[in-house]
């Protein structure tokens, strides 16, 4: 698996860190703003939402038709990463708490961070 631009190094490294700590729950809650970030299939495939703690503002952030999963927020709780396979393949990708700004981080397909 490549990392893609500037996203090599130690960054990149500890995305995908946070990735594979957030697979062991498939939900992670924000680090201060009281959100939830979880991998649900109820609208028939895998998909990344977003809530408050108390089950309110539900938004589904990735309507996509491949599978989007295991959610793991950044340290800032600015932005969410995520593993994806969007391009065919499985992939690692970021994206901002709304849903938008999606980045791709690797290139070269498989889980194996």
């Known amino acids: 698996m490549k990392l893609l631009g500037s996203h090599r190094g ?40 977003l809530m408050n703690e108390d089950g309110s503002e539900l938004i589904n952030l990735t309507q996509n038709e491949g599978y989007d999963g295991t959610p793991a927020w950044s340290p800032d709780g600015q932005r969410i990463a995520f593993t994806s396979e969007r391009t065919g393949n499985p992939e690692i990708f970021v994206m901002s708490v709304d849903g938008s700004q999606v980045e791709q981080l690797t290139d070269g397909g498989g889980f194996n961070v």
């Open 10 to 49: 130690a960054g990149a490294v500890a995305v995908g860190l946070a990735l594979m700590l957030a697979a062991c729950s498939r939900n992670q809650a924000a680090p201060e703003n009281r959100r939830i970030a979880f991998e649900t299939y109820r609208d028939g495939n895998a998909e990344v939402y």
